[in-house]
């Protein structure tokens, strides 16, 4: 199975190596904008089955997948948000004003915004401390040399309303319940409009399933849409 990953907003490329250690991690922060991504990604079309993307990657695989430009068989959206910021015809993600105020305060400091934002995928977690330890992993001041304001604009601009989810893969849908970033509310919307879509909620989760318990996450995955997981897990 050739799997390409997408990681989230402020964390390294490689993050979902955990859960799929032999796939390919497309770092989108080393291009321009979402055209040029789009470009890399439709080089990749033919030889991707599956794609598994977290957080703002996950709106950037579904962004993709609705423009035709890559069509794998398999989807997997981690925490993934239908959109960041409400709309007048959604109020679904945060409200314009404090994602302004967040927006000033990473042009004001985005070390210190960044660090902020690394504590709030832990938040709520049952297991924040491993969470926490799996994080610093990656390297954090090297993340921070990246320029992320550009793909926080990417996340406050659009929203998954616009898309088509008619023709999309089978899409596994998997969040925390206490996820403090992107409410699990994102992910019943997504289940709601794809037609082959699984979801599961975590509970005692927050937003990053792949470091409460990768083991079980990379289990989930890999069975896909073979006899449903059980335990805490809601199946739709």
């Not at 997408?6 to 955990?18: F, N, V």
């Not at 989810?165 to 319940?177: C, M, R």
């Not at 994102?186 to 699984?198: G, K, M, Q, V, W």
Request: proline share 5%.
């Amino acid at each position: 199975m050739r799997t390409l990953t997408l990681s989230g907003w402020g964390h390294a490329p490689d993050t979902l190596r955990l859960i799929s250690p032999d796939a390919e991690c497309l770092d989108y922060t080393s291009f321009r904008d979402t055209d040029e991504v789009f470009e890399q990604m439709a080089k990749r079309a033919r030889s991707v089955d599956r794609i598994i993307a977290w957080s703002l990657g996950g709106q950037l695989a579904v962004r993709a997948i609705a423009a035709k430009i890559i069509r794998p068989r398999l989807l997997t959206l981690i925490a993934t948000p239908y959109q960041f910021v409400e709309t007048a015809d959604l109020p679904l993600g945060m409200d314009r004003s404090q994602f302004a105020e967040f927006r000033e305060r990473y042009i004001r400091d985005p070390q210190k915004t960044l660090k902020k934002a690394w504590n709030l995928v832990a938040w709520n977690d049952a297991r924040a401390r491993a969470v926490r330890q799996a994080m610093r992993s990656q390297d954090f001041n090297r993340v921070a040399e990246v320029d992320w304001l550009p793909w926080l604009d990417v996340l406050g601009a659009f929203s998954c309303e616009e898309i088509d989810f008619s023709g999309f893969p089978n899409t596994l849908l998997v969040h925390g319940k206490n996820d403090a970033v992107v409410h699990y509310l994102h992910s019943l919307r997504f289940a709601d409009r794809i037609e082959n879509a699984t979801l599961l909620v975590w509970n005692q989760c927050g937003h990053a399933p792949h470091w409460y318990d990768g083991v079980k996450l990379q289990r989930w995955i890999m069975a896909h849409f073979e006899p449903k997981p059980t335990g805490d897990a809601h199946s739709r």
